[in-house]
Each structure stands twice: as C-alpha cells, then as structure tokens.
C-alpha cells in the first residue's frame, strides 16, 4: 500500500481519480475511454504517458500497461 507518499502537490491521491498528465494544468478533467473521468493532480515522470494513481501495488501490478484514448473534458 502506497503510504509514503499520499499528496502529489497540493492535493491528496485518490484511487481511481488522481491522473498524472504533462502538459495540462492541474485540476483539468480527463476521460479515458473505457476507465471513466480523472483529475489531473500530479506531473507524469515520462512525456506521452498518463498515470492513474492506485493506492495497492496488487492493484498497479493487476492493472498493467494499458492503451486508451485520452479526451480533455474541462
């Protein structure tokens, strides 16, 4: 369980909410198609590349690499 590190900036890490995104502005609303609607609260580590925070490692590992496309809502 991810307990290190609970905040990326100034908000707190929800499961199945929380995305990392280069290149938008924090708050912005994503869907990803096939998963649903995320907010944009942390900076992604790799350009082209969207995080969703998970707060299980058995999650992360169950969930994979994964391709979707990606809308910006708001």
């Known amino acids: 369980?991810?307990?290190l590190f609970p905040y990326t900036t100034l908000f707190?890490?929800?499961d199945w909410h929380t995305c990392a995104l280069n290149g938008i502005p924090f708050g912005?609303?994503?869907y990803?198609?096939?998963l649903g609607y995320f907010v944009n609260e942390d900076i992604?580590?790799?350009p082209g590349r969207l995080d969703i925070f998970l707060g299980?490692?058995?999650d992360c590992v169950q969930?994979?690499?994964q391709y979707h496309e990606v809308f910006i809502v708001y």
Request: charged share 25%.
């Open 12 to 14: 707190r890490s929800r």
């Open 1 to 3: 369980r991810s307990t």
């Open 32 to 34: 990803i198609d096939g």
């Open 28 to 30: 912005t609303i994503v």
């Open 63 to 65: 969930f994979g690499i």
């Open 44 to 46: 992604c580590g790799t």
């Open 56 to 58: 299980d490692v058995g």
